[in-house]
């Protein structure tokens, strides 16, 4: 009899801890201490910030017109993205961005656009707080390019299209159950190797080699935040 309560008493020992310890579980995937949602399954976010082109002048570029470029390969970075976490720390979503940059002279102007519009592979790492995360995501899309070129009375517009790729790493940090703020770094590569070039009476297809291709490729600092 001694020994049967004994093992009563033992079972209920184990069993009672262990529930107690999965209703913690349960809770904390949950919800926090703070009442803050630690891993939602949708986000919707906007971002803008500073972007740099990450092409190289060339030698032939001269003293004078080194301040052109510098304008030219430095610009404004703003975009949107919709996220969809089906896994606690994997999920897919889609991303806009749109990169704009402006340089001129007395003789000549630029005035350029790169979009990008693709998909994404996303990352989820918590760190120690519950309400912070570091997000890493491989893109994959669509970039068209555009280019306003005023040269002395001439004006042209120059247009193109191409794949493009890239990745990005940003610190995301929870303040409520639907609002969160990111500070995230991405680069994008790619390269047209095709433009159209338009004027007011025709339009003409370029064909570019490898040499005279335009690099799209461009890394941004952006500041953000999430829905």
């Known amino acids: 009899m ?5 093992a009563v008493l033992l079972i209920s020992g184990l069993v009672h801890p262990r529930l107690n310890a999965q209703q913690l579980t349960v809770a904390d995937e949950k919800i926090d201490s703070t009442g803050i949602n630690n891993s939602p399954k949708w986000f919707f976010g906007l971002n803008g910030g500073y972007g740099q082109r990450l092409y190289r002048s060339g030698m032939q570029v001269k003293r004078a017109d080194i301040n052109y470029h510098r304008n030219l390969k430095s610009g404004i970075f703003f975009g949107g993205e919709l996220g969809y976490f089906p896994w606690e720390k994997v999920g897919i979503g889609l991303k806009y961005d749109r990169y704009q940059s402006k340089a001129e002279t007395e ?3 630029e ?3 790169i979009q990008f519009m693709g998909a994404s592979l996303i990352h989820r790492a918590p760190l120690g707080s519950s309400r912070t995360s ?3 995501s491989l893109l994959l899309g669509y970039q068209p390019y555009q280019n306003n070129t005023v040269s002395g009375e001439d004006a042209f517009t120059f247009r193109g299209k191409t794949m493009g790729w890239g990745i990005s790493v940003g ?8 609002f969160a703020i990111h500070l995230t770094g991405t680069a994008i590569m790619g390269a047209a190797y095709r433009l159209t070039r338009e004027t007011a009476f025709s339009t003409e297809t370029l064909k570019l ?4 291709s335009v ?4 890394a941004s600092v952006t500041l953000g935040f999430r829905f």
């Open 171 to 178: 610190l995301e940090r929870r303040l409520s159950r639907k």
């Open 107 to 109: 003789k000549l102007s």
């Open 111 to 113: 005035d350029v656009t």
């Open 209 to 212: 080699s490898k040499d005279d």
């Open 215 to 218: 690099d799209l490729s461009r």
């Open 134 to 136: 570091v997000l890493t």
């Open 2 to 6: 001694n020994k049967l309560i004994f």
